[in-house]
């Protein structure tokens, strides 16, 4: 039997952030354009243009945030959880968030007792710090002097 990992925060009680880099995604050859174009819903304006014609990674996000976080199937609870990281960050507008915040969003709001979510916190950012597709980057948070 093995012994679950316990979670540990930072003894300062900070979490580390997390947001989307669009260079990032760049450096691991997607076009972040194409990325996020993926993930619009039905009712994103843009999705009137060809694919083509988009070339704003920045407006993009914003649309996503405004448009298709709302869509039923934005997110759902069977995705890759790196999938539905990714999503949550769009929702925000990739404002850097607490990995705290994204740990608990995803094990209380996407956690269903058909596909539970049980994961530390501490696992969360290894996946996240791990990624080879979607650009996430870690930032810590500013000191508070």
């Not at 952030?17 to 260079?23: A, F, M, Q, V």
């Not at 914003?62 to 934005?74: G, K, R, W």
């Amino acid at each position: 039997m093995t012994t679950p990992e316990t979670d540990t925060s930072p003894e300062d009680g900070k979490s580390p952030l997390y947001y989307i880099s669009l260079d990032r995604i760049t450096q691991l050859g997607r076009s972040p354009v194409f990325v996020l174009a993926e993930r619009r819903g039905p009712s994103a304006p843009s999705r009137l243009k060809a694919d083509s014609d988009l070339n704003n990674p920045k407006e993009l996000i914003d649309e996503i945030a405004e448009y298709s976080v709302n869509d039923q199937d934005f997110i759902r609870s069977d995705m890759p959880l790196q999938e539905i990281v990714f999503r949550i960050l769009l929702g925000r507008r990739n404002e850097p968030t607490p990995l705290r915040d994204l740990h608990f969003e995803l094990t209380e709001k996407w956690s269903t007792p058909i596909r539970p979510i049980s994961i530390t916190e501490r696992g969360l950012g290894r996946i996240l710090n791990d990624d080879t597709y979607y650009g996430f980057e870690q930032q810590d948070q500013p000191d508070d002097d």
